[in-house]
């Protein structure tokens, strides 16, 4: 396993949505390898191709040590609850700076394993909180894109500082 470079924010990549998975093959699960590698020397509970630069749908989530890894390939979302839950999140891009953001509290996904297979997958609490974090950013959507300007504007201006 390998530590890869994580893209920094403002870089104009993590913008861009992720193409899906054709291949699943001995490639794409050594990259599933090295993106846990990656997480968990950032830290991190959490981390997508798009963070290393690689534009393919696919995310690692730990939300409690190696034991507890996930990988989903394509995920999708397919519907999302009506309630809301609040939950302070921040990124491997973004390091140093966090805020609180408001998610649907329940979600049901779609996604396919490394071998290829499909799967519907009911979450909540903090599995829900990151797959829509993590799904948004395979989608190019940064996750400071779900605050308010004045929050955004403020994260931004506190990261900028801790660069210098």
Same mark, same amino acid.
């Given at each position: &396993?390998?530590?890869? *470079? ?36 950032? *830290? ?7 963070? @290393? ?6 995310? @690692?989530?730990?939300?409690?040590? *190696?034991?507890?890894?996930? @990988? ?21 891009? &973004? ?5 609180? @953001? ?18 519907? +997958? ?11 974090? +993590? ?30």
């Amino acid at each position: &396993m390998a530590i890869l *470079p994580i893209l920094r924010y403002p870089d104009p990549r993590l913008r861009l949505p992720c193409q899906k998975v054709e291949a699943f093959d001995a490639r794409l699960a050594a990259l599933a390898d090295d993106l846990a590698a990656t997480m968990r020397a950032a *830290p991190g509970i959490g981390i997508t191709a798009a963070h @290393v630069g690689i534009l393919e749908r696919l995310t @690692v989530i730990e939300l409690d040590g *190696p034991a507890s890894q996930r @990988v989903y390939v394509n995920p999708e979302i397919e519907w999302f609850s009506p309630e809301v839950q609040r939950h302070i999140e921040g990124s491997v891009s &973004m390091p140093g700076v966090t805020d609180e @953001v408001e998610r649907p509290a329940r979600i049901r996904l779609t996604y396919q394993d490394l071998s290829g297979k499909h799967h519907t +997958e009911d979450a909540d609490s903090l599995l829900s909180i990151c797959l829509q974090h +993590e799904i948004d950013q395979l989608d190019g959507i940064f996750w400071i894109d779900r605050l308010s300007r004045l929050k955004r504007d403020r994260i931004v201006k506190k990261y900028n500082k801790t660069r210098d």
